[in-house]
């Protein structure tokens, strides 16, 4: 490795490189008073918890107003992985594992349960990842980093083990030794904050904790009381540590980039087990790994519970490895990896599109299919070195494709809400194997598909030219066959007739050989559920579970919005009862505000997540959100009119889909709706093509401001630059304003050329365009119109004056009434 820096200083160094401040720790600042991180007052939004060692002592959830929102319900899944079926021929099971370091956001400010922003890192490859650490802490904010719900539902569904960081920051970004001597303070034989922290952990449902201590200028003292801290808690609670190799023996902070002398007691202390896994700093050798494994064999230990650090968070799949002394050819794997800020995939990412493909290069390598990984590339992809595992292994499984960020939302093919959102709570296991087809013929292109889906913001999409049959392999899996199973698939294709779609599934006595069952046509153009009967098959166990398209079409062309595999019919779910409004908040007095909802669980065990919705005047239902929990944060309900109150339904949904009787209750609107007019667009939900980075997206053009400096606009680089609004409902509208570079203080130069504005009432109907501007000049310019609509569309098509290729719009504004 050339990099001869510790995992905090690569951060900063990265974040340099980026032109962005670490989105996990504070820059260089004075130390500060600790406080605990402030929970909310009812109605506000509720976020992550953090906090320093003093103050978690404090901490007690059953006076935290946020700490029901911040709860995993999801139990962590076993996984299986069956060397048969494992994708890449260089790919060893059992050997080296992976431990993935990711910041999904600021320490500070993390929702707990997702937002009306579809731009984040919704991570789907976790068949590649053992453990996730939630990566955090800042001098200024908070040591110690609880994850939030959404990562650990997603991880755990994947069989994904989750940790909070821990984090003791050098002398230079705020660190003080007395944060450390607070952490391993005792009470008795007791330490409190161990214990805050098992008890953290098993409220909140995670794993256990990563501990980053490079705070310097400690002694054998105080580093054997940081020992006698983790074995203790192992020994009580059974909570789980990954220890980064940072402190040693003598309480100095000395990065040994190996397992030595000086720092195996944090793995492993005599017959006692300190941590269960070490993460190893970035600048290790070949001989350096041939040596802790070695020392990790003779403490007893798996060489595998050593995570050698590789930092990707400047450079990506561009970073340079040494991937022979890690993952040798032909011999056994020497250690594990520890991948360091694998979301550069998306930090660096100019659309959502790009960050699929860097995340798929990422992963399974340059030619986006886990079967062809090569280890002869610079960074062959993962998928090359350590096999799939799945967590597929009871019934029901059940997938939508929902990645767990969307532009929509759909419930059982209906679109109950538009806009943006992310919520990694709904994500569903991701495809095993992502992409891999069989053809003796042209291949399809399966992908991931965001604009239309069955249930959520997406669905599996396959087009190309059909000219001989394509087997397109999804998931492993290990699940049983009853007399009663059934496999159903949802399909809809461009016209009536035919799907020329086959359902395929191997079972474990011949994994690779695939049985097939004809899908059959479909009568129309919209979703349609189709049920295969496998009752044939009763007593043998599915292996995969894949789809076989056979025929002809130059054209191709189906989606698929779920696969599922039960016992039995779909039966509804018990109802949730008790639905209570905990608390409300204005956004916009007299006409909208927002909400914390609780609830009792449906009982009986079977619910997979909660909807929640509003009671429109028309009979129908718009969708507020989802959880697997029984609490949630409504960001914004809207007052419809000058109606007097508003009633709302929340839903169980089962393990296969089915849905229970709503709990309602009604939210009552106090004072006098705003007078009409103003800028309908502000703080509404908006989506876009892309945006130029994570900083750029749509809600920027919607806020209000434009005095925010350069990050204060929407921002996108991608061919097709469009932006959206959805007003909430069908307005009277007079006129838009846009706000373009000049307004925000950059170069006329960037200022949008050619663009154009459109309207229109319904996601069904077409675009209507009512103003077509090119050789536009100006930092402002107004659009006087007579129209109604519910949508609105910014599309630029020459966004600056010369050949920039960056449209930059501060504010997008629809005045009206």
Known sequence: MSRRIPLLLSAALAAAVLGAAPAAHAGPQAPTTPTASTPGTPGTQPYASYWYPSTILNWDPATDPDARFNRSSVPLQPRTSDPALKANPNARTGEGKVASLVSFGPTSNNPSQGSADPNYYAFGYWQYVDKLVFWGGSAGEGLILAPNPTVIDAAHRNGVKVYGTVFFPPAAYGGQLQWLRDFVQKSGNSYPVADKLAQAAQYYGFDGWFINQETGGGDSALATEVRNLMQYSKAKSGTEFMWYDAMTTSGSVNWQNALTSANSPF????????????????????????????????????????????????????????????????RPHTTSLGLYRPEWTWKSATDRADFYAKDARYWVGANNDPSKANPADNWPGLAGYVAESSPITAKPFVTNFNTGQGDFYNSAGTRVATG??????????????????????????????????????????????????????????????????????????????????????????????????????????????????????????????????????????????????????????????????????????????????????????????????????????????????????????????????????????????????????????????????????????????????????????????????????????????????????????????????????????????????????????????????????????????????????????????????????????????
Not at 281 to 310: H, K, M, P, T, V
Not at 770 to 784: E, F, I, K, Y
């Open 267 to 330: 793995l492993q202390d005599g017959s006692k087990r300190t941590s269960d896994s070490m993460f190893l700093n970035f600048n290790w050798s070949s001989g350096g790994l041939n040596s802790s494994r070695a020392l990790a064999r003779q403490l007893g230990r798996s060489e595998y519970d050593l995570y050698s650090g590789i930092d990707t968070e400047a450079n990506g799949y561009n970073t340079g490895v040494d991937w022979n002394s890690l993952f040798p050819a032909g």
């Open 420 to 817: 943006g959102w992310n919520n990694l709570s709904l994500q569903d296991v991701p495809p095993t194997y992502r992409w891999m087809v069989d053809s003796s013929g042209s291949r399809l292109t399966p992908s991931v598909d965001f604009t239309d889906a069955y249930q959520g913001g997406s669905s599996l999409r396959l087009t190309g030219t059909l000219d001989a049959a394509n087997t397109v392999r999804l998931y492993e899996t290990k699940l049983p066959v009853a007399a009663n199973t059934k496999l159903d698939l949802v399909v809809k294709t461009p016209a009536a007739g035919p799907t020329k779609l086959k359902a395929a599934v191997s079972f474990t006595d011949a994994p690779n050989s695939f049985t097939t069952i004809d899908v059959g046509a479909n009568s129309g153009t919209g979703w349609e559920r189709h049920t295969l009967d496998l009752a044939p098959y009763a007593g043998r166990t599915i292996a995969q579970v894949a789809l076989r398209a056979d025929g002809t079409d130059p054209a191709y062309d189906v989606r698929i919005g779920q696969i599922s595999v039960h016992d039995g019919e779909v039966g509804a779910p018990a109802a949730p009862s008790g639905l209570t409004v905990l608390g409300a908040s204005d956004v916009t007095a007299g006409s909208s505000q927002s909400l914390r909802l609780s609830w009792t669980a449906a009982p009986g065990g079977d619910v997979h997540h909660y909807e929640v919705y509003r009671r429109n005047a028309d009979g129908s239902r718009t969708f507020l959100g989802a959880t697997p929990n029984d609490a949630y944060y409504v960001g914004r309900l809207d007052r419809a009119g000058t109606e007097d109150a508003t009633t709302l339904d929340v839903e169980a949904v089962s393990t296969t889909y089915g849905r229970s009787t709503a709990a309602s209750t009604t939210v009552g609107w106090t004072g006098t709706p705003p007078a009409t007019g103003g800028n309908l667009a502000l703080n509404r939900p908006a989506t876009a093509s892309g945006q130029c980075n994570a900083n750029e997206g749509p809600a920027k053009a919607v806020n209000g401001t434009v005095n925010g400096g350069t990050g204060d606009k929407w921002c996108s680089l991608n061919s097709s630059k469009w932006l959206e609004v959805d007003l909430g409902s069908a307005k009277q509208l007079s006129r838009f304003v846009v706000k373009h570079a000049g307004a925000g203080s950059e170069s006329a130069a960037f200022n949008t050329r050619d663009f154009s504005i459109q309207v229109r009432s319904n996601t069904t109907d077409p675009w209507t365009t009512v103003a077509d501007v090119t050789g536009n000049t100006a930092g402002t310019t107004t659009h006087p119109v007579t129209t109604t609509a519910r949508y609105v569309r910014l599309v630029v098509t020459k966004p600056t004056q010369n050949t920039d290729p960056a449209a930059r719009i501060y504010e997008f504004e629809a005045w009206g009434q």
